[in-house]
């Protein structure tokens, strides 16, 4: 006479094989539907000009993204030599004291960024 097998090594291993089931089933559905990850997106231009300086924080990371998102895209210095200019007119910071304590410090602050942008 065999002993029975522990209910909970059973559990486990049915628990295991219908979490795989699950997931195996939610990427057959979703490679059904026609989901894919975002790619490059090409820009209908190839030269642009910004005046946004690429030492500032801000415009790294402004080259960066366009870079990684549209690889043939240049940048050029002049903008007579751009397909396309992206003029900055608005940088400005700004704060605004939330909530003050008994004794009149500032005890929170709202922080602002306003950008503001031109595309010809």
Known sequence: MSAPLPSHSYSSHARLALILAGLLAMAMLLSACGFRMRGTTDLPYERIYTNVSDNSAFGAHLRRSIRANAPDVQFVSEPRD?????????????RRELSIDAS??????????????RIT
């Open 82 to 94: 751009a397909q396309v200019q992206l003029i900055q007119e608005v940088n400005r910071e700004r």
């Open 104 to 117: 009149g410090h500032v005890e929170e602050y709202e922080l602002i960024l306003e950008f503001a942008f």
